[in-house]
C-alpha cells in the first residue's frame, strides 16, 4: 500500500529561523505531492502542489522539494513568523485512484516569539 | 462566493443512533470528498463523488457509513448505529473538477462525539 509519513508530529522553533518539514512516501513516486496547512478548528487549506519532475517550488516564504531518490519532499518556510504555527499536511495522489488523496498525520509548527 | 459548508458544526449523540451529516460544496465544483479526521490524525479518505459517475467509496470504514450527493450539489454523509469508534472530525472538501492535482477546498468539519 502507498503510505505517506512526516516523520515529526512536532517541530518548536525560533521566530526568524526556517523551519522545515519532512514528508516521506513509501513505494513508487506520486506524480504530485501537496501542502496543506490546518489551523486548530478548521479545515485543510492548500498551500503548494510540486510535480513529479520539478525538483523546487516557491511561493513567497514558502518553497517545497520533490526528492525522487530519496523518495521525501520538503516544505520550507523562511523568516517564519509566529503566524506560520499550524499544522502542516502532505499528501499525496492514491495508486489506484488518483482522485483518492492519502494524507500524511502532520507535522504541529510552533514559533515562538 | 461562499466556501464549502457543514453542518452542524458540532454533533453529540448517543451509541447507536443514526446520525446525519451535510455538506454544501462550492457552487460549480463537480468533485466532492468526505474525509474523517481522529484526534491528532491525518484525515482518513471515506469516499469521492465525480459528477454523474459512481462514487468511490473504497474508504468507507463498515456498512454502517453511506453518502449521498443530490443534483450533483449537496452531500449527505450517513452514520447507521454509532460507534464510540465513530467519533471524530468529518470534513468534507469539493474541487472544481476531478483530476490530478485539483485542489481540494475543505469545509470546517462537523464534530461528532459519540456518548
Known amino acids: 500500500s502507498q503510505k505517506i509519513e512526516q516523520n515529526s508530529e512536532a517541530l518548536n522553533i525560533q521566530e526568524g529561523k526556517t523551519a522545515t518539514l519532512t514528508c516521506n512516501y513509501t513505494?513508487?513516486?506520486?506524480?504530485?505531492l501537496q501542502w496543506y496547512r490546518q489551523d486548530p478548528g478548521r479545515g485543510p487549506v492548500f498551500l503548494l502542489l510540486?510535480?513529479?519532475?520539478?525538483k523546487e517550488k516557491r511561493k513567497e516564504r514558502l518553497k517545497v522539494t520533490f526528492d525522487t531518490t530519496l523518495k521525501q519532499s520538503l516544505f520550507h518556510i523562511t523568516a517564519s513568523q509566529p503566524a506560520d504555527s499550524a499544522t502542516y499536511l502532505c499528501a499525496r495522489p492514491g495508486y489506484s485512484s488518483a482522485s483518492k488523496i492519502i494524507f500524511g498525520s502532520g507535522t504541529r509548527l510552533s514559533i515562538r516569539p | 462566493g461562499a466556501g464549502v459548508s457543514q453542518s452542524p458544526s458540532n454533533k453529540v449523540t448517543e451509541k447507536g443512533k443514526d446520525v446525519e451529516l451535510r455538506c454544501d460544496p462550492i457552487?460549480?465544483?463537480?468533485?466532492l470528498y468526505w474525509y474523517r479526521q481522529s484526534l491528532g490524525q491525518g484525515l482518513e479518505f471515506l469516499i469521492y463523488f465525480q459528477g454523474n459517475s459512481a462514487p468511490d467509496k473504497s474508504g468507507l470504514p463498515s456498512d454502517r457509513f453511506s453518502a449521498e450527493r443530490t443534483g450533483g450539489s449537496v452531500s449527505t454523509l450517513t452514520i447507521q448505529r454509532t460507534q464510540q469508534e465513530d467519533s471524530a472530525v468529518y470534513l468534507c472538501?469539493?474541487?472544481?473538477?476531478?483530476?490530478?492535482?485539483?485542489?481540494?477546498?475543505f469545509g470546517p468539519g462537523t464534530r461528532l462525539l459519540v456518548l
Open positions: 513505494n513508487y513516486s506520486p506524480a504530485y
Open positions: 510540486i510535480r513529479e519532475n520539478e
Open positions: 457552487s460549480g465544483h463537480t468533485a
Open positions: 472538501a469539493s474541487s472544481l473538477e476531478a483530476g490530478v492535482g485539483k485542489t481540494q477546498y
